[in-house]
């Protein structure tokens, strides 16, 4: 296509909304131009089913649950008045309690202010603040933040290592719906422990966002933490950012949630409307349909061209992944659908992985996103009349015209800072792109059974290790190999699980577990040591 062409076609499809300052550019997408018209029927029934939701209708069929992340930036749309309370009464709470610890009137118990910040969760509980925390942090931050985001030891040891003496002044928020999340219940036990090892009272230093009378608020009331806050069931962990979730710690780390929260319900406003081409939502969407057939057949790319979006990739991963990764369509046919997305940072991933981008399988399409403005300040010229911004403008250009001229395929999303409004924006923008496209590819978006599955699967494996372990256990001083092991415990359908089980344990001295070599790793035996 030659550069008049492609000009016309990037003046014809880019997609402006003035009211949010955010820019789409889906002229790089090599679509018919009859494609909008081929789709449109789909794409208003998809309207009308996120009318529908936005109303309060039950969109988690699986737990019979309306979904309503909508309503966390604009509470006026609550389909009832409790729940429009419940939203104002907590974001109030939140900035008051953000307030007493900013101005010292909350301290620790050795009457000393707060200087960091301690964030427990998983998943959804963790991708969201992580990703807006990193984005917005600057010098001026109120607390500084640090996560434990897995059940990792050797990662929970390292946090704690950052933090070192500064513990006692450490404010930890553990984050988890149910309340019985294995992973965050982990983190809180480790930084239970840290705390009173050093002479520290963990309750004057925890605060509990959970369900109500879930197992982690009942656990909070009875030890007199120092706060709760709610999560409410017609949110799910993917989409909680705008709720105490993310709010809680973003207020907490000095971010302006009020910014936050403006911007998501802008490009709300912006997204709720039912004209095809003036909604830059249905046009992700349906890019999305067009690049995949609809079948999730080629991997979405997401190349932000700005440090402080760096974590945007992972944290799409389980928006997109988690939402539309289904085996079931909801007439409960087999289809097995999905987006898969990965993604790193420009210019970065031009010494990475663009060299396959460009000459390796065409499996995949780009979202590159584009911030216009460099940094606070004035930047000096690395070379006469050139910043450093300017190169990092010129590749993004250079790499989506170098990807264009040998048949890939990218949107552009053009923002114009990194600022709470805009990561608000983003934000919206994208949830808004994953319920249309689950509706054009009809699937339900808002539940997660294959996560769920894999929770139980980890379950099966700690019960046998306990019965590993009480097996050795009767036999102290005795060496027993994997399949007498197995049958010991009547797990002979498991014995990868017994082996894979036993060569954890015996690499952790401290669990008692010794090993004696066999002519071959199949052949190891093992006891459990006398004590």
């Known amino acids: 296509m030659n550069p008049s062409t492609l000009w016309e076609r990037y003046k014809k499809y880019l997609n402006v909304n003035p009211a949010v300052d955010v820019w789409l550019d889906i002229s790089r997408m090599n679509f018919s131009d009859d494609f909008f ?8 029934e998809a309207f009308r089913k996120m009318d529908e939701l936005e109303a309060g209708g039950i969109a988690n069929l699986d737990e019979h649950r309306m979904v309503g992340h909508y309503w966390l930036r604009n509470p006026g749309l609550a389909p009832r008045i409790e729940i429009r309370q419940a939203i104002e009464t907590t974001i109030h709470r939140i900035k008051d309690f953000a307030n007493k610890v900013h101005s010292g009137q909350l301290i620790n118990e050795t009457g000393e202010p707060y200087s960091h910040l301690l964030v427990i969760g998983i998943g959804g509980s963790a991708l969201g603040p992580q990703f807006v925390s990193r984005a917005l942090s600057t010098s001026q931050d109120k607390l500084k933040v640090f996560f434990f985001d897995n059940t990792d030891p ?11 003496d500064h513990l006692g002044q450490t404010l930890t928020v553990v984050i ?9 219940r982990n983190g809180m036990l480790e930084v239970q422990t840290a705390f009173e090892h050093r002479g520290l009272l963990f309750e004057k230093h925890a605060v509990a966002v959970t369900g109500v009378d879930s197992e982690l608020d009942r656990y909070a009331v009875a030890h007199h933490w120092l706060e709760r806050f709610p999560m409410w069931d017609w949110v799910g962990g993917r989409t909680s950012e705008m709720s105490a979730v993310g709010l809680l710690p973003a207020a907490l780390q000095g971010i302006p949630i009020d910014a936050l929260l403006a911007g998501a319900r802008a490009m709300d406003e912006v997204t709720r409307q039912n004209q095809t081409l003036a909604n830059p939502a249905s046009l992700l ?8 057939e609809g079948r999730g057949a080629k991997d979405l790319v997401i190349l932000p061209y700005k440090d402080r979006l760096e974590l945007f990739s992972r944290y799409l991963q389980q928006l997109v992944m988690e939402s539309l990764g289904k085996d079931r369509d909801l007439d409960g046919h ?3 659908q999905g987006l898969s997305v990965y993604g790193n940072k420009g210019s970065t991933d031009q010494h990475a992985y663009v060299q396959q981008l460009r000459d390796g399988l065409n499996n995949y399409f780009i979202v590159f996103i584009e911030v216009l403005k460099d940094r606070e300040g004035k930047s000096i010229e690395v070379e006469p009349g050139i910043t450093s911004g300017d190169y990092l403008n010129g590749f993004l250009q250079g790499t989506r015209r170098a990807l264009h ?3 890939r395929e990218s949107l552009t999303i053009t923002i114009r800072d990194v600022s709470p409004e805009s990561i608000g924006k983003l934000i919206a923008l994208f949830e808004r792109a994953v319920g249309l496209y689950a509706s054009l590819i009809h699937i339900n978006a808002y539940h997660q059974p294959g996560v769920e599955a894999g929770k139980k699967a980890a379950q099966a494996v700690i019960v046998i290790q306990n019965q590993i372990m009480s097996f050795l256990g009767k036999q102290p001083g005795a060496y027993f190999d994997v399949d ?12 990868e699980t017994v082996f894979k089980v036993l060569h954890h344990l015996a690499a952790n001295p401290e669990r008692g577990i010794l090993s004696k070599a066999g002519e071959n790793i199949f052949k190891t035996t093992y006891t459990l040591s006398k004590r």
């Open 37 to 44: 018209s081929g789709m449109e029927n789909s794409v208003q």
């Open 154 to 164: 050797d990662g929970m040891d390292r946090v704690l290592s950052h933090i070192g």
């Open 176 to 184: 988890s719906k149910s309340g019985g999340t294995k992973e965050t």
């Open 285 to 292: 969407a349906l890019m999305w349909h067009y690049a995949g």
């Open 334 to 336: 087999e289809v097995h």
């Open 405 to 407: 001229d040998n048949g």
């Open 484 to 495: 007498s092991i197995a049958r010991g415990i009547g797990a002979e359908g498991e014995i």
